[in-house]
């Protein structure tokens, strides 16, 4: 999680200064690349959040994530720009934005413990479900009819 957010505000700066630069290449470069961080750092949580939560509260666990994921990319942080962007032009908002992303990982590198979670996962079972994950089509077709109409 910490290597996604500390990613994206590496690549998050570069690419401001490309914007302030009016430098096209390095804007496309790094605003492409910095897309890595997000999956790094949001579903490296939900890999901890399902890791460490009980089996009883497992749904509850995973409904609260997806969640914050919905309220803040969908409706928070358009709220946020819109009333920001008035106020202090679009650039301010931009860096702002990093600000946000370094409180999270503040957050999630101090406060946030685990509790031990499920021990004992090998490597061998993380493949096995990697590949269950896959055959799932073909063993459950309904799965494959649902995933169709995603």
């Known amino acids: 999680m910490l290597i996604g957010a500390a990613l994206w505000v590496v690549l998050e700066v570069a690419f401001l200064v490309g914007v302030m630069q009016h430098s096209y290449p390095l804007m496309i470069t790094t605003f492409a690349v910095r897309a890595i961080g997000y999956p790094f750092f949001a579903y490296g949580f939900l890999v901890w ?30 709220y946020f720009a819109g009333i920001v962007i008035p106020l202090v032009g679009e650039l301010v908002t931009l860096w702002l934005t990093i600000a946000f992303v370094a409180a999270g990982a503040l957050i999630i590198a101090t406060l946030v413990t685990s509790r031990g979670g499920r021990s004992g996962i090998t490597v061998k079972d993380t493949v096995s479900g990697l590949v269950q994950g896959v055959t799932i089509i073909k063993d459950t077709p309904r799965v494959a009819s649902a995933a169709s109409c995603a």
């Open 49 to 78: 959040v399902t890791m460490d939560t009980p089996d009883e509260v497992m749904g509850k666990a995973v409904g609260w994530y997806w969640f914050a994921n919905a309220m803040g990319l969908g409706v928070i942080s358009a």
